[in-house]
């Protein structure tokens, strides 16, 4: 059974990159948001193999594509998510390709999301695909979701889908780049972010006499060098690196050159593991904040959380974790590590919301040769093979256990 499936997975292998390749040619770029064009794409190609398809549109253009086949037991369900935005290109001179050319030089495709993560999309495709052309009965449902917005907070995409009662499964795989300098890995774990706008109150006064005024952005400026060492106080995690703060990301304040500011606007980036949360991390900022006034009396500060991502997690002893070590095993000969990056995505909703236990990062993305979000990003075709492969025994492994 598995050799006939890896069997018509090798036979599917041109088909997954011509098909990254014309997913990457259509410029689904977010900011500003427009995945209708791609949805559809994905959506035909899922109908040809047998998913009956649903198109979710919570706003105009913010296209989801909800994708099932079922299975013909009471197997368990598994359920697959990619994002179907990239990030805008950038300067185009720095890039070595047209980012929407595909073009594919020495085994790689190159072009915007082809690393994030358009090559996982294909992947699921064409893993699903080979289950089919091998005549897999499955026992359990299949669940793809090709989401919009995930570049952008995912309010219209996993987001929605979870709050509208969509992400129903027994386990879930984010197809979030996993691949570490071409060594095959998998992401158990995702750090939460916290964005923080800070304001800093003063007075107004005439510039010529200084010491009138309260000047808010010196104030803001002497938080800002503060936070630039300031390390937040979390458990150690076993796979994610510490939590970070960027300080300073975005600043406004003054409004004319011969004014005292009164005001002035920061924000902070943070991001932070299990252990920490949106009320801790205002608390630690408050307890720094007031060492600051002991030495400013005029001091004067005030905090807002403008968005909020908790960290997330699946158990290391989990069946999907499992099954992919075996799988990966079965492929490439190699052991599977366990390793996070940097990034927060969509398996937050999955795991915090939805409750079901996700994979945060299992997709042919390169953290050091994909270039994700930079110019010349590009997918390794020898990798977003073995990611068919992997995915479709994870697939068969899953849906037929009990
Ligand atoms: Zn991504």
């Known amino acids: 059974m598995i050799d006939e499936i890896l069997g018509k997975a090798r036979l599917n292998e041109g088909y997954v990159v011509e098909l990254t390749r014309s997913l990457v040619k259509v410029p689904s770029v977010n900011p500003p948001g427009d995945e209708s064009e791609i949805a559809l794409l994905v959506g035909e190609e899922l109908e040809k193999i047998g998913f009956k398809v649903n198109y979710v549109e919570p706003s105009p253009k913010r296209v989801n594509v909800v994708a099932t086949l079922k299975g013909e037991g009471d197997g368990k369900t598994l359920l697959f998510n990619g994002h179907l935005d990239v990030v805008p290109p950038g300067n185009l001179e720095n890039w070595s390709f047209d980012p929407f050319g595909a073009v594919v030089k020495d085994g790689r495709i190159y072009g915007r999301g082809a690393c994030d993560m358009k090559g996982a999309i294909a992947a699921f495709i064409g893993a699903m695909k080979s289950m089919v052309d091998a005549n897999i009965a499955l026992k359990g449902d299949v669940i793809i979701h090709a989401v919009a917005d995930e570049e952008t907070g995912g309010k219209f995409g996993t987001g929605y889908l979870v709050e509208k009662g969509y992400a129903k499964a027994d386990g879930a795989v984010v197809g979030e780049g996993s691949v570490f300098n071409r060594i095959i890995c998998l992401r158990p774990a995702v750090r939460g972010l916290c964005w923080i706008e800070l304001e800093t109150k003063g007075k107004a006064a005439h510039a010529s006499k200084p010491w009138a005024g309260v000047n808010a952005v010196l104030h803001m400026a002497m938080i800002l060098s503060a936070l630039k060492d300031f390390k937040l ?43 920490l949360n949106d009320k801790l991390v205002l608390e630690q900022l408050n307890n720094l904040f007031n060492v600051l006034r002991e030495k400013e009396p005029s001091f004067s ?102």
């Open 233 to 275: 106080k979390c458990p150690p995690h076993k796979y994610l690196p510490a939590p970070t703060i960027s300080p300073g990301t975005i600043i406004r304040g003054g409004v004319k050159t011969n004014v005292i500011p009164d005001r002035c606007i920061a924000h902070l980036d943070v991001r932070i593991n299990p252990g």
């Open 301 to 402: 500060v005030s905090m807002k959380i403008l968005n909020y991502a908790p960290p997330a997690e699946i158990p290391e002893d989990s069946e999907l974790i499992q099954y992919a070590k075996w799988a990966v095993k079965y492929v490439t000969g190699e052991e599977l590590k366990l390793k996070a990056g940097y990034g927060s995505n969509d398996s937050q909703f999955l795991i915090n919301r939805a409750k079901i236990p996700t994979i945060c990062g299992f997709g042919p993305g390169d953290h050091q040769l994909g270039n994700a979000h930079g110019p010349d990003e590009n997918v390794s075709i020898d990798i977003l093979n073995a990611f068919t492969k992997i995915y479709s025994l994870l697939v068969y492994k899953f849906t037929t256990s009990s």
